[in-house]
């Protein structure tokens, strides 16, 4: 399936010499909320674009580009089983046997376990087993999902990143696949905590918050992989309580990011 990609700009035609910020979501297709905090997002720039000063500055300052659903495939699963919510299938749709028929406990790659930079780097932070929910693929980049990301990436040349989960009410920054910091640790310490300043959202690595490391992630390769694009400061947010909130819970949760959304765009230059 298609995934699409939309660029907010005041000149979305023309590329700029503009700082650029990207943002995607649902790259696991249990974290729905993370998708609908992101549209309700865009739309936010959208309809303010002209009245709200900070809004207006964003739109005429940046090139933002927004990946609502990362993982079409999984996503489309989970309606198919659960057309109503609620449905836990997590990887992508990849046929791991091969035999052209979808077997639940073995296919699916994590994507968030298939970027390259550290991929594979220990059996702890992601699996080489295909049924393993943080199967990492057979390598770095098999999926198409993963490497549609990266070439946006790299073609765009952005200056942040959010890689957007739910759920946990935090910001994770490099590094996930060991348990140590960056040499940026005082930039991202400082950033995430004006980001948690407008959340309330907790901050740190993932070995620091989670407990357990995570090797072949967006952050990770966003931050580290500096060959064939420029540094850039990744996170992964986890945004809600919960994978599937209640209906009533869906706009109250994305309204709680919108500022720290708008942060990591201005943090962008």
């Known amino acids: 399936r298609t995934i699409w990609a939309v660029k907010i700009s005041d000149n979305p035609n023309i590329n700029e010499d503009e700082p650029s910020v990207g943002f995607d979501a649902l790259v696991h297709a249990r974290e729905p909320q993370s998708m609908a ?65 979808f077997e639940e406990n073995f296919d699916g790659v994590d994507l968030n376990r298939n970027f390259g930079y550290m991929w594979g780097y220990d059996n702890i932070g992601s699996s080489p087993d295909p049924s393993s929910s943080t199967y990492r693929g057979p390598s770095a980049f098999s999926e198409p999902e993963a490497q549609a990301i990266r070439d946006l990436a790299i073609l765009k040349n952005y200056g942040t990143h959010f890689n957007m989960h739910s759920y946990g009410n935090y910001y994770l920054y490099p590094w996930g696949y060991k348990d140590e910091e960056t040499s940026d640790s005082l930039n991202y310490r400082e950033f995430a905590s004006n980001m948690g300043s407008l959340s309330g959202y907790a ?22 992989e500096q060959t064939d694009k420029n540094k850039i400061f990744g996170y992964n947010i986890e945004i809600g309580p919960e994978f599937w909130p209640n209906q009533n819970q869906i706009f109250p949760i994305a309204q709680q990011n919108v500022l720290s959304n708008m942060y990591q765009a201005f943090v962008a230059g």
């Open 37 to 101: 905090t992101q549209m309700y997002f865009m739309w936010y720039l959208l309809e303010n674009y002209g009245t709200d000063p900070a809004v207006t500055y964003l739109v005429n300052n940046r090139e933002i580009y927004c990946v609502p659903c990362f993982n079409p495939d999984g996503y489309e699963y989970n309606r198919q089983t659960d057309p109503n919510g609620g449905g836990y299938w997590r990887k992508n749709k990849r046929d791991n046997n091969n035999n052209g028929t």
């Open 203 to 224: 901050y740190g690595t993932g070995p620091q918050l989670l407990g357990y490391p995570s090797n072949g992630s967006v952050r990770d390769w966003m931050y580290g």
